[in-house]
């Protein structure tokens, strides 16, 4: 677990996990630095799950594929864990649910517009977990997502 917070929150997290990042005297950066970071790891699980979708409707082993991407230019826990929960599909029990995910990029939205900064790719992951709470995805993994890809692309 990584502890984002800012000097003003003090030092109780310091004994939960393996690391605390101090960002600012200012609350509210860490947690756009959360909110941030959470955007990429949603954008991480998007596009592994576009990509699995691709890579099973065209008859390539799915696994072969991760093994390839974990074993060169991917190798990272993030596309490690979330590339091997889509492919087990086990999207329960959840870790972190699609509602909070939803939640995560609707703040990093509501900041991005707040500096008017335009965030397209934040939007359409707004739109999947929308989609995917919809259809019936609220209590699974936000890995999901995934699962919201493979059904767009008739899987």
């Known amino acids: 677990m ?58 390539v082993d799915p696994q072969r594929f991760l093994a390839i991407l974990t074993g060169s230019l991917f190798a990272a826990p993030v596309y490690e864990t979330y590339g091997e929960l889509i492919l087990d599909e086990k999207y329960q029990p959840p870790g972190f649910t699609m509602p909070l995910g939803l939640k995560d990029i609707r703040g990093v939205l509501a900041a991005a517009e707040a500096k008017s900064v335009p965030m397209p790719v934040a939007s359409l992951i707004r739109d999947h977990f929308i989609t995917g709470i919809a259809r019936g995805k609220a209590d699974f993994d936000w890995a999901a997502l995934a699962r919201v890809a493979e059904e767009n692309a008739g899987l």
Do not use: M
Request: glycine share 6%; hydrophobic share 45%; net charge positive.
């Open 2 to 59: 990584i502890r984002i917070r800012s000097i003003a929150a003090g030092h109780c997290f310091d004994d939960l996990g393996q690391k605390t990042f101090i960002v600012d005297h200012f609350p509210p950066k860490a947690n756009l630095v959360k909110l941030s970071g959470n955007f990429l790891v949603a954008s991480v699980i998007e596009c592994l799950g576009e990509a699995i979708a691709l890579i099973r409707k065209s008859d």
